[in-house]
């Protein structure tokens, strides 16, 4: 730590904190540690002006940080002036209200090397330098092995971060096969705690979970995959007739009814074939993404009682992917605009595309015989060639 010449200037600086939000953290001690170590590592005439903390993952891309609202919830003893984004607005500003940045280390900025990078770029583009209480602190800047030491503690701080995400999904993954669920149980069953079989963390009252039938809604489920594979109603349609007899039918929000997104889960969720199912999403970038069926994990064996069987379920997706958005019946649609209906509608496809057909009119004159109009209807596909998505998807397609 290098020591000022002369009187000593008093220089604000801005404490950035952050900690996880796994389940065993506790984010008001670990934030009040960090505080204190930063306090206590302060030179001589600096002082803490502004306080930014967030309870977050420190993998999260720097522009999606500070926007989460766990700190409201989290009991901190601790002022808080923002988090990361305000950290940054103020920073870019015309007069801040500090000038630097200090975290107990340098993880705790970002667990991710390109937006730890990027933070103190951003800061160093505003004049405001970031330092962490285990390295040197010198107004001037960090010399070249500083910069070495902290580079290297980036990337063994992602490495750990990704060597925990890569533990953890694998012990989901065999947690799954040996049939515990993972989740709130789905509608149709009910969550039945078992004593974890490890006796350190049965001592401690955790349990697992396995699923049971909930005698009341696991008909339900049943009928709800009768009309969609034996009638094979739509999602509408099938949501319209629970909500018609709420009695018989009871939805698992009774406030909100039954919804088109509470079916389609139903209708989508391989439980119920009473084998345990993982993967079926994961999160890439922030954001949540569907995993193709082939990359799902199943278990070996039926992990819980069975409401459908896994051909009926199988029937359920490749009908669900026929029909679409559909409607049901031959009725015309409710739109003003509405003049006819098409009797093949949403059953005539394309050979090449698989894209459902759509209904033209065509009306030809007998003006010259005086006999009356005759109207022809045709069926063609959608396809256009001077699309770059349809092209690509069906480059010979006319």
């Known amino acids: 730590m290098t020591a000022p010449a002369g009187p000593v200037e008093p220089v604000p600086v801005a404490f950035l904190g952050r900690t996880s939000t796994l389940v065993l953290q506790d984010p008001a001690a670990s934030l009040a540690r960090q505080y204190r170590v930063v306090k206590d590592k302060l030179p001589a005439g600096w002082f803490i002006a502004a306080h930014y903390w967030d309870i977050q993952s420190g993998g999260m891309d720097l522009d999606a940080r500070g926007h989460g609202h766990a700190q409201d919830h989290a009991g901190v003893d601790l002022p808080r002036d923002g988090g990361m984004a305000d950290l940054l607005t103020e920073a870019a500003s015309p007069s801040p209200r500090f000038a630097a940045v200090i975290c107990e280390d340098i993880e705790r900025s970002a667990r991710d090397t390109f937006n730890a990078l990027k933070l103190e770029k951003r800061l160093a583009a505003a004049g405001v330098p970031l330092f962490a209480t285990d390295e040197p602190i010198d107004i001037a800047g960090m010399n070249a092995t500083t910069v070495l030491v902290r580079r290297v503690k980036q990337g063994v701080a992602e490495w750990f971060r990704l060597q925990i995400k890569e533990k953890s999904w694998k012990g989901l993954r065999e947690h799954a096969l040996a049939g515990w669920n993972i989740g709130t149980a789905p509608y149709g069953y009910v969550a039945e705690k078992v004593v974890h079989p490890v006796a350190f963390k049965a001592a401690q009252g955790r349990t697992k979970t396995r699923l049971i039938l909930d005698p009341g809604r696991a008909p339900v489920v049943e009928t709800i995959y009768q009309w969609r594979t034996v009638r094979k109603l739509g999602i509408t349609t099938i949501t319209s007739r ?70 009926t379920w199988e029937t359920a997706q490749e009908i669900g992917a026929e029909h679409g958005t559909a409607r049901d019946g031959t009725e015309p649609s409710a739109h003003p605009l509405t003049r006819r209906t098409y009797i093949l509608r949403s059953r005539v496809w394309c050979r090449i595309c698989r894209r459902r057909m759509c209904g033209v009119v065509r009306t030809s004159s007998r003006y010259y015989t005086g006999e009356p109009d005759v109207t022809y209807v045709y069926y063609k596909c959608a396809h256009n060639p001077a699309n770059p998505r349809h092209f690509a998807a069906a480059p010979d397609h006319p």
């Open 242 to 311: 629970l909500n018609a007899d709420l009695r018989r039918f009871p939805p698992p929000d009774p406030a909100a009814g039954w919804t088109v997104s509470g079916v389609s889960s139903i209708l989508s969720n391989p439980k119920y074939t009473g084998h345990m199912v993982f993967g079926r999403r994961r999160t890439v970038d922030g954001k949540i993404r569907q995993v193709p069926r082939d990359q799902w994990i199943w278990s070996p064996q039926p992990a819980h009682p069975a409401i459908i069987t896994r051909q």
